[in-house]
């Protein structure tokens, strides 16, 4: 937590007056889940980004295959081994139960890596003679138009910037989940194939003009308007990251930028209209304003400053430009990941008041209706009795929304489809990613069902967890390779497994096959939401969430370990094997319903009156 003399109001980010910013579908970067949690302020600054040399790797690889360089054999192999290192897992990879059982037995598994504690090198093989120039097809009009901005700018990368992240109110409930998450490019491929066609363009126009310069040609219009527009960007990117943290926590970080780099020099050595008029007098120093990018980039990565060296050595200039447009968005990448999670604690904490000020002036503009917390809750207060206190409605409709949802519960038992606008920035979270998760534990649960009833008293708690590990060892194989899993060969393995348990003597295959072939037919049959077991699950693991809802640490006890106590208490035969499951999902589901409370509180107190009257007309 950041001490109160250290910031004490919002405003000290600027950020009182800001409107709430809500992460739009068009912006250029995602955020997702990295393992590190630890920042490391002792070290040098750069270094961390290990996706970083994978993707300027494959950029140039890609982008320049027609060209005479090839990626060094070394360097690949470096990376595949530097990548084989980074942690995969994730809660998300729990999901391959439902995806592969209920979606043709096939896992979709995301693989996510670590952005963090790397350190950022690849090269370039180059060859000692230049490529001969080959002046491409005429591009379309249209396409052109759009290309005479660069595809990374200042003002796409504001979105990284601390005055965005400390307006943001989904970043602060994101936070709140996922303490691991980290922003990263968004991979479009649109964006992509446009950032394509911009450095292509540019690079012939480039060349076109050195070709042409030696018999006394002028550059061409449309090549000096992209010039102008990139070396501005560049001027703005490189003066944005100057002093990339605000003040209250510089201090903390070791931050490698050169001291005789200020703002009046940037804007000078790189001012388009000197450099204009230099080109057109055969004046410019091309060579000089690359070494004062390399004095730049060097101290922070010096790996692609000598790559820009290199390029710049055999005048591919449009591809040591494209380098280091990508460092820079890396770097200012990376700037915002220490930033968010430096500011992690006090974003949630602030992010309290700043919601509720938010929401209360919607309230008298009149942007909000209120009739939908009011219908969420008193749909759960009419099944569980008005005697029922608000706070155990509260817990039970807020699971509802995670349990609740087409593909839980049979069509004809669904709630009407109603959200509490006071939830709005975890409704995907709530809807899509927790409905999975809870979906995974009922299937997870009916998967390892053939074993507990054929070992019955038998039946041990390692076996389970080894079954577990088994079926995810088959479903990531089948991903890999992109196979169907029968549901009959995750029954016999269920089978095996427990007739070992109970026989003195290996059963014969004959009776495994066919008991396998009964059990793969049970579990099908009851993978739909409508069967009496699966509703009996889902009514069992629902309760269990509800219980996780009312937990309560005492203050000085593990969270963690005192949840997995309390959870064991109440678990029964059915979930016996699944405490993991319960506590991942119920833990999310406690701290999300724990921090509503604290921002609606007072008005779910307020509306309870109002809730009570509306119970008998819902």
């Excluded at 990376?79 to 897992?89: E, P, Y």
């Excluded at 759009?146 to 943001?168: D, G, N, Q, R, Y």
């Excluded at 006890?557 to 029964?572: I, N, P, S």
């Amino acid at each position: 937590m950041i001490k109160e003399n250290t910031i004490t109001e919002e405003r000290t980010l600027h950020t009182a007056d800001a409107p709430p910013y809500n992460d739009p579908s068009h912006a250029d970067y995602t955020r997702e889940t990295i393992k590190s949690t630890h920042i490391n302020t002792s070290k040098p600054y750069f270094g961390k980004l290990s996706d970083i040399q994978i993707q300027l790797s494959t950029k140039i690889h890609n982008r320049r295959s027609s060209l005479q360089y090839k990626i060094k054999r070394n360097s690949i192999n470096w990376i595949t081994k530097m990548s084989s290192t980074l942690d995969t897992s994730s809660s998300h990879n729990k999901f391959s139960f439902i995806t592969a059982v209920k979606v043709a037995w096939l896992l979709q598994k995301k693989n996510k890596k670590s952005t963090f504690n790397r350190r950022l090198s690849f090269s370039v093989q180059i060859k000692e003679e230049p490529p001969v120039y080959k002046p491409s097809e005429k591009l379309h009009p249209a396409i052109v138009a759009t290309m005479e901005h660069p595809p990374i700018t200042a003002e796409s990368l504001k979105e990284l910037s601390v005055f965005s992240l400390c307006k943001c109110l989904q970043i602060r409930h994101d936070l709140l989940v996922d303490p691991n998450l980290s922003f990263k490019p968004r991979t479009i491929s649109k964006k992509h194939e446009n950032a394509k066609l911009y450095w292509e363009h540019l690079d012939m126009l480039i060349k076109k003009f050195m070709l042409d310069y030696q018999t006394g040609a002028k550059m061409s219009a449309q090549l000096e308007r992209i010039l102008i527009n990139l070396f501005k960007e560049l001027s703005a990117i490189l003066v944005s990251l100057i002093n990339p943290f605000p003040p209250q926590i510089s201090a903390s970080f070791v931050w490698h930028w050169p001291s005789f780099v200020t703002e009046p020099v940037i804007l000078n050595l790189l001012n388009p209209e000197k450099i204009m008029k230099g080109l057109a007098l055969g004046t410019f120093d091309i060579d000089c304003t690359f070494k004062f990018l390399y004095g730049i980039i060097g101290p922070i990565c010096p790996e692609p400053a000598k790559e820009m060296a290199k390029l710049v050595t055999l005048k591919e200039y449009t591809m040591a430009l494209e380098l280091c447009f990508v460092v820079l968005e890396m770097i200012k990448l990376d700037c915002a990941n220490k930033t968010l999670h430096y500011l992690r604690p006090y974003l949630i904490e602030t992010g309290i008041r700043m919601e509720w000020r938010v929401f209360s002036q919607r309230i008298r503009d009149e942007e909000i209706d209120l009739s939908s917390i009011r219908d969420w809750l008193a749909i759960t207060w009419k099944q569980m009795g008005p005697a029922t206190s608000f706070i155990d409605v509260y817990r039970a409709a807020f699971v509802n929304l995670v349990t609740n949802t087409r593909g839980c519960v049979p069509d004809d038992e669904l709630h009407p489809d109603i959200f509490p606008v006071s939830l709005q920035y975890d409704e995907k979270r709530l809807k899509n990613q927790m409905a999975h998760e809870f979906q995974n534990v009922i299937v997870i649960a009916l998967l390892m069902m053939p074993y507990r009833i054929i070992a019955g008293h038998k039946a041990k708690r390692k076996d389970l967890m080894k079954l577990k590990e088994r079926y995810a060892d088959i479903l990531n194989e089948a991903s890999i390779s992109n196979k169907r899993v029968p549901c009959l060969y995750l029954a016999t393995q269920a089978c095996k497994m427990a007739n070992k348990l109970i026989m003195e003597k290996k059963a014969d295959n004959d009776f495994i096959i066919k008991q396998s072939k009964y059990w793969s037919s049970w579990i099908s049959h009851n993978l739909r939401s409508e069967s009496a077991v699966y509703k009996l699950l889902h009514k069992r693991i629902r309760g269990n969430m509800i219980k996780v809802l009312a937990y309560r640490p005492e203050k000085g006890d593990e969270h963690v370990d005192k949840l997995y106590t309390f959870v064991q208490g109440f678990r029964d035969h059915v979930t016996i094997g699944l405490d993991e499951e319960i506590i991942q999902l119920g833990t999310k589901l406690l701290v999300v319903a724990n921090y509503n409370l604290r921002i609606f509180g007072s008005l779910y107190t307020h509306m309870v009156p109002c809730i009570r009257g509306h119970v008998h007309n819902v």
